[in-house]
T-cell receptor, first 116, second 111 residues
Framework: DTGVSQDPRHKITKRGQNVTFRCDPI?????LYWYRQTLGQGPEFLTY????????KSRLLSDRFSAERPKGSFSTLEIQRTEQGDSAMYLC??????????????FGPGTRLTVL | DAKTTQPTSMDCAEGRAANLPCNHS???????VYWYRQIHSQGPQYIIH???NNETNEMASLIITEDRKSSTLILPHATLRDTAVYYC????????????FGTGTRLQVFP
């Protein structure tokens, strides 16, 4: 257990529905990252926050995706009008940029999304 | 695109050393080599990182060649629980950068 939690762990939804995932990072970590992982591939970066500010978004993050971190603590990732191609594992990671430049990112267990 | 190349898969007998190679021929002077692993259905787990000196911790050893164009992760006594996908990543030491994963090496430890 890295201290990063994600909820739910599994989500099955029908195409066209909206889904929302939550990530709770390690409490003192100021940076929070979202990644997506499809079968047989390594995780791909989606977006990251420093405190409540969203500082970078990947081109993978289409306009159907939105992420928030309103108080600089937990974060949510919402997917609107889900498509079958959204089926993947969604991973959250957190990092403390204050403690050291080489400190690592700690990953949560992920949320596995299946779109029928 | 990932800046590293790794073999797709490797096997190792339980109790033996597992040596996982990684090529990073375009590594810059300020980039570190990081290793993560991902056990099935879990999030990636940090193992070790280094700049140019060899590093060792309770999980593994990291050997970086003098020209820094390649490295080897060594699990000294592999166990069945070490079966996982191992990712070699190069990144700048700012700590802010996103991690760029390749497809990694699938290590299978057999009894």
């Amino acid at each position: 257990d890295t201290g990063v939690s994600q909820d739910p762990r599994h989500k099955i939804t029908k195409r066209g529905q909206n889904v929302t995932f939550r990530c709770d990072p390690i409490s003192e970590h100021n940076r929070l990252y979202w990644y997506r992982q499809t079968l047989g591939q390594g995780p791909e970066f989606l977006t990251y926050f420093q405190n409540e500010a969203q500082l970078e978004k990947s081109r993978l993050l289409s306009d159907r995706f939105s992420a928030e971190r309103p108080k600089g603590s937990f974060s949510t990732l919402e997917i609107q009008r889900t498509e079958q191609g959204d089926s993947a594992m969604y991973l959250c990671a957190s990092h403390n940029s204050v403690t050291g430049s080489t400190d690592t990112q700690y990953f949560g267990p992920g949320t596995r999304l299946t779109v029928l | 695109d990932a800046k590293t190349t790794q073999p797709t898969s490797m096997d190792c007998a339980e109790g033996r050393a597992a040596n996982l190679p990684c090529n990073h021929s375009t590594i810059s002077g300020n980039e570190y080599v990081y290793w993560y692993r991902q056990i099935h259905s879990q999030g990636p787990q940090y193992i070790i990182h280094g700049l140019k000196n060899n590093e060792t911790n309770e999980m593994a050893s990291l050997i970086i060649t003098e020209d820094r164009k390649s490295s080897t992760l060594i699990l000294p006594h592999a166990t069945l629980r070490d079966t996982a996908v191992y990712y070699c990543i190069v990144r700048v030491a700012s700590g802010a950068d996103k991690l760029i994963f390749g497809t990694g090496t699938r290590l299978q430890v057999f009894p």
